[in-house]
Protein backbone atom coordinates (compact mmCIF):
# COMPACT_ATOMS: atom_id res chain seq x y z
CA UNK A 1 0.00 0.00 0.00
CA UNK A 2 1.18 3.56 -0.87
CA UNK A 3 0.02 5.18 2.60
CA UNK A 4 2.20 5.03 5.53
CA UNK A 5 1.09 2.66 8.54
CA UNK A 6 2.96 2.96 11.83
CA UNK A 7 2.62 0.45 14.75
CA UNK A 8 4.03 0.16 17.85
CA UNK A 9 2.43 2.52 20.59
CA UNK A 10 0.96 1.72 23.48
CA UNK A 11 0.76 2.79 27.29
CA UNK A 12 4.49 2.65 29.19
CA UNK A 13 5.37 4.06 32.31
CA UNK A 14 7.53 7.25 32.53
CA UNK A 15 11.28 5.92 31.81
CA UNK A 16 10.14 2.53 29.72
CA UNK A 17 10.60 2.50 26.16
CA UNK A 18 8.77 1.64 22.83
CA UNK A 19 9.91 1.36 19.18
CA UNK A 20 7.46 2.70 16.82
CA UNK A 21 7.58 1.36 12.63
CA UNK A 22 6.57 2.88 9.68
CA UNK A 23 6.02 0.76 6.81
CA UNK A 24 4.90 1.77 3.46
CA UNK A 25 5.60 0.90 -0.19
CA UNK A 26 8.75 1.04 -1.16
CA UNK A 27 8.06 3.75 -4.03
CA UNK A 28 7.68 6.24 -1.68
CA UNK A 29 10.16 5.53 0.55
CA UNK A 30 12.73 5.01 -1.60
CA UNK A 31 15.26 8.02 -2.43
CA UNK A 32 13.23 10.38 -0.21
CA UNK A 33 13.62 11.43 3.93
CA UNK A 34 10.94 10.32 6.46
CA UNK A 35 9.95 12.31 9.16
CA UNK A 36 8.51 11.64 12.72
CA UNK A 37 6.01 13.87 13.78
CA UNK A 38 3.81 13.70 16.95
CA UNK A 39 0.62 15.62 18.03
CA UNK A 40 -0.56 16.16 21.85
CA UNK A 41 -3.86 17.15 22.76
CA UNK A 42 -4.46 20.51 22.25
CA UNK A 43 -1.02 21.21 20.68
CA UNK A 44 -0.35 21.58 17.11
CA UNK A 45 1.32 18.63 15.21
CA UNK A 46 5.57 18.82 15.22
CA UNK A 47 8.41 17.41 13.95
CA UNK A 48 10.37 14.57 15.99
CA UNK A 49 13.14 13.52 14.19
CA UNK A 50 13.87 13.29 10.18
CA UNK A 51 16.18 10.83 8.11
CA UNK A 52 17.35 10.90 4.91
CA UNK A 53 17.45 8.29 2.42
CA UNK A 54 21.39 8.29 2.92
CA UNK A 55 20.49 7.86 6.91
CA UNK A 56 21.21 11.81 7.77
CA UNK A 57 19.86 12.15 11.21
CA UNK A 58 18.34 14.83 12.78
CA UNK A 59 16.27 15.36 16.12
CA UNK A 60 14.42 17.93 17.70
CA UNK A 61 16.12 19.11 20.66
CA UNK A 62 13.47 17.72 23.61
CA UNK A 63 13.85 14.07 22.39
CA UNK A 64 18.03 14.10 21.54
CA UNK A 65 19.96 11.41 23.59
CA UNK A 66 16.49 9.55 24.05
CA UNK A 67 14.79 8.85 20.87
CA UNK A 68 16.99 7.10 17.40
CA UNK A 69 15.62 6.82 14.16
CA UNK A 70 16.80 4.82 11.80
CA UNK A 71 15.33 2.83 8.58
CA UNK A 72 15.79 -0.40 6.85
CA UNK A 73 15.47 0.46 2.68
CA UNK A 74 15.36 -3.14 1.95
CA UNK A 75 11.78 -3.32 4.29
CA UNK A 76 10.55 -0.26 3.46
CA UNK A 77 9.89 0.80 7.19
CA UNK A 78 11.46 3.54 9.28
CA UNK A 79 11.77 2.85 13.38
CA UNK A 80 11.53 5.50 16.15
CA UNK A 81 13.44 3.60 18.88
CA UNK A 82 12.45 5.71 21.96
CA UNK A 83 14.19 5.27 25.43
CA UNK A 84 13.55 7.24 28.73
CA UNK A 85 9.85 8.17 27.66
CA UNK A 86 8.31 10.88 29.66
CA UNK A 87 4.86 12.26 30.70
CA UNK A 88 4.99 14.85 28.30
CA UNK A 89 5.91 12.41 25.56
CA UNK A 90 2.55 11.24 25.12
CA UNK A 91 0.95 12.06 21.65
CA UNK A 92 -0.10 10.73 19.09
CA UNK A 93 3.12 9.87 16.64
CA UNK A 94 2.80 10.29 12.73
CA UNK A 95 4.64 9.05 10.30
CA UNK A 96 5.37 11.24 7.38
CA UNK A 97 7.06 11.28 3.66
CA UNK A 98 7.34 13.66 0.67
CA UNK A 99 6.98 11.79 -2.95
CA UNK A 100 6.21 12.66 -6.04
CA UNK A 101 5.56 16.29 -5.08
CA UNK A 102 3.02 14.86 -2.58
CA UNK A 103 2.70 14.84 1.23
CA UNK A 104 1.94 11.07 2.48
CA UNK A 105 0.98 10.58 6.30
CA UNK A 106 -0.17 7.22 8.23
CA UNK A 107 -2.87 7.42 10.34
CA UNK A 108 -0.79 7.70 13.76
CA UNK A 109 -0.13 5.66 16.42
CA UNK A 110 -0.87 6.42 20.22
CA UNK A 111 1.95 6.90 22.83
CA UNK A 112 0.65 7.42 26.01
CA UNK A 113 3.45 7.85 29.17
CA UNK A 114 2.45 7.26 32.52
CA UNK A 115 3.99 8.87 35.59
Known amino acids: QVQPVESGGGLVQAGGSLTLSCRASGSIFSGNAVDWFRQAPGQQRALVARISFARDTYYVNSVKGRFTISRDNAKSTVYLQMNSLQPEDTAVYYC?????????WGQGTQVTVSS
Open 96 to 104: HVVAFGNNY
